[in-house]
Structures are given as C-alpha cells and as structure tokens.
C-alpha cells in the first residue's frame, strides 16, 4: 500500500511539474503590478473581464520556455488553442512577457522583441482604443514582424531588414503559412495599407 501511495504521490508531483497551457483568473500580485500601469481607470474593460494566460513556447534558442498574456475573458480559450498549436509547430517566439515589465510603453516591448497582448492604449496617432485594449489582440515577435507603412518608416527600427517578407528567418510570419491559421484571429500582414505583421486581432483591426 505505502508503495502504492508513494507511486501515486509521484506520479502526481511528476505531472504538475511539467508546464502546461493554462488560462484563469489574474492573480492579486499580477493586479497589483498592472493597475496604474497597463491597465487604468476609464479602461474600456475591467480587471475582472481579463485573464492571465501561462503557456509554454519555443525560444530562439530551441529551447522551451515558459510565457504569460493577459487577453480578455471572451478570447482566452482560442488564444490558448493558438498558442498550443504554435508550439506543436516548434514555432520560435523571442519572449512573452506581460507589457507591463516594459512600463505599457508599445516601443519598449517592441524593441524587445515581446510577444504581449493586453495594452490598455490608444492606437498610434489617435484617440481609438486600441484592439489591444480590449484584450482582443496580441502582437507576435514585433522585430520579425515588424510595422511598415511601404514610405520606408519600420517599427520597431530593428526590423526594417524583415520589411521584406521574402526573406526566411525563425520567427517570421508569412502570408498563407501555418502561424496565420494557428492563431485564428484577423492578421495585420493581409491589410491593404498600411502591413502590421506582428499584429493579430478578433476584431480584424
């Protein structure tokens, strides 16, 4: 019997020691760090609508890693399906990190190369809330990804060699590849004008 237990104790400590894909509720610390920073006041979604993603992912190091986002309620499910799938692809992601390690400043995280989600901004230039203010969007390896207007402005600036999206390189998302179909919401690299892709979003903008 104490074999038998101690079988089942193993057992059970070997398997929540493996990470995994997870989605719940945003911890007290977590909204503790987020409130004032990614997250304020007159934000078109409360707190209590978002949750905090955990998953797993593929560096560029090849190796695996463990990365956080926070979406909202609504699109927590499909985004982690997309995030399984990504790393059955061995897809590679420079880091994820919530964007408040980078103050909520979009140029910062970008220049980074992270992978974020929840950013309770405006969209560059204007005073519309942004898809990712609602938890409804999520920008995947920006300098890989970068945004191009087609004038020659690139952002962040480090991605302006993969404005061209002929070039092949681990991260890069391209048009009719698996990535696309694996995250499953609207890419920001089949918009007519300007290209965003890094930039995935339910609501297709």
Same mark, same amino acid.
């Given at each position: 019997?104490?074999?038998?237990?101690?079988? +089942?104790?193993?057992?059970?400590?070997?398997?929540?020691?493996?990470?995994? !894909?997870?989605?719940?509720? &945003?911890? +007290?610390?977590?909204?503790?760090?987020?409130?004032?920073?990614?997250?304020?006041? #007159?934000?078109?979604?409360? /707190? *209590?609508?978002?949750?905090? /993603?955990?998953?797993? %992912?593929?560096? !560029?190091?090849?190796?695996?890693?463990?990365?956080? /986002?926070?979406?909202?309620? @609504?699109?927590?499910?499909?985004?982690?399906?997309?995030?399984?799938? /990504?790393?059955?692809? %061995?897809?590679?992601?420079?880091?994820?990190?919530?964007?408040? +390690?980078?103050?909520?400043?979009?140029?910062?995280?970008? @220049?980074?190369?992270?992978?974020?989600? !929840? *950013?309770?901004?405006?969209?560059? #230039?204007?005073?519309?809330?942004?898809?990712?203010?609602?938890?409804?969007? &999520? @920008?995947?390896?920006?300098?890989?990804? =970068?945004?191009? @207007?087609?004038?020659?402005?690139?952002?962040? =600036?480090?991605?302006? =060699?993969?404005?061209?999206?002929?070039?092949?390189?681990?991260?890069? &998302?391209?048009?009719?590849?698996?990535?696309?179909? +694996?995250?499953?919401?609207?890419?920001?690299? *089949?918009?007519?004008?300007?290209?965003?892709?890094? %930039? !995935?979003?339910?609501?297709?903008?």
């Amino acid at each position: 019997m104490a074999a038998l237990v101690a079988l +089942a104790l193993g057992a059970t400590a070997s398997a929540s020691a493996r990470p995994g !894909f997870q989605a719940g509720p &945003i911890d +007290a610390a977590t909204k503790q760090r987020m409130v004032g920073v990614s997250w304020h006041r #007159g934000c078109p979604v409360g /707190l *209590n609508d978002l949750r905090l /993603l955990k998953v797993r %992912h593929w560096g !560029f190091d090849g190796r695996v890693h463990r990365g956080r /986002l926070v979406v909202h309620e @609504d699109s927590a499910r499909g985004m982690l399906r997309g995030m399984r799938r /990504l790393f059955r692809l %061995h897809f590679k992601i420079r880091r994820m990190r919530l964007v408040d +390690a980078y103050g909520a400043d979009d140029h910062h995280s970008m @220049d980074a190369d992270n992978t974020s989600a !929840f *950013n309770c901004r405006f969209v560059s #230039g204007t005073s519309e809330w942004s898809e990712h203010a609602y938890g409804h969007a &999520i @920008d995947v390896n920006p300098i890989e990804n =970068p945004y191009a @207007d087609g004038n020659g402005y690139v952002s962040p =600036p480090a991605g302006a =060699p993969y404005a061209d999206r002929s070039r092949r390189a681990p991260g890069l &998302i391209h048009r009719g590849g698996p990535v696309v179909a +694996a995250i499953g919401w609207a890419w920001g690299g *089949n918009w007519s004008w300007p290209k965003d892709y890094q %930039h !995935f979003s339910a609501g297709g903008h």
